[in-house]
């Protein structure tokens, strides 16, 4: 996953590593063609929770959501059903 | 106001209907009810049979895609307000036992029953005259 960030977006911080893995970032960054930097905006992301893309929906939402006027907008079990009878019996 | 505290009850596609559909004439009471179960004035009960007939509303009749109709179908099926129940052989037995006494319901309707008195459920709440008629459940409540 690449995320790219707009100069403005970032700040500069320092941060201390150990020696070993600097060299091991410095390696894969030679290898990978990418900045420590962005290895270490990599990781964090990885390590931070992720945003929900999915929106939940709640019952709320499905409230009158729908505008259907007459019969069709109606529910009755018996018309309903013997319709679909008469069709396949029908067919 | 019907006093339904804390009694299973299930809530017929007619009010689902109702509910999600602003143009029905009985909109306004489904909400009320609706706002109810969100306090948790009572324990709502779906049938598998009502989330089936509900979402071939919306494709048969309301003529939303399959997509979306599973999408808002699935906010009752997945809403832990909600149980939802299901037929088992048991169901069956009822049922048939319920058309051999000749219940005047539509056959689909005795199955719903079947359905619910298998579950324990003590109120059904529909739009549908005809189930006031019906002893083999506690309570039928028209809205």
């Known amino acids: ?91 | 106001m019907t006093n339904l505290s804390k009694k299973r009850c299930l809530i017929d596609t007619n009010i689902l209907v109702a509910y999600i559909n602003q143009s029905h004439p009985l909109h306004l009471k489904a909400k009320k009810l609706f706002q109810r179960i969100l306090k948790k004035e009572l324990k709502p009960v779906l049938s598998s049979q009502n989330l089936l007939e509900l979402t071939a509303v919306l494709v048969e009749a309301f003529k939303i895609s399959k997509q979306q109709a599973v999408k808002d179908v699935e906010l009752f099926a997945n809403d832990p307000l909600f149980e939802i129940i299901y037929p088992n052989h048991n169901v069956l037995n009822n049922f048939f036992s319920l058309m051999e006494k000749g219940i005047s319901l539509h056959t689909v309707d005795a199955f719903l029953l079947a359905t619910a008195m298998e579950n324990r459920v003590e109120i059904i709440i529909t739009n549908d005259k005809k189930w006031k008629k019906i002893k083999e459940i506690t309570k039928v409540l028209l809205i």
Request: without cysteine.
């Open chain 1, 1 to 91: 996953m690449v995320i790219w960030y707009h100069m403005s977006q970032l700040i500069r911080t320092t941060i201390t590593l150990p020696v070993d893995l600097y060299e091991k970032l410095r390696a894969v960054s030679f290898y990978q063609r990418k900045p420590i930097s962005q290895l270490i905006r990599e990781g964090a992301e990885k390590i931070l929770p992720q945003k929900s893309k999915k929106v939940s929906m709640t019952l709320k939402d499905i409230e009158g959501k729908y505008r259907i006027t007459g019969k069709k907008g109606e529910f009755n079990r018996s018309q309903f059903y013997d319709k679909l009878i008469k069709k396949k019996v029908s067919d």
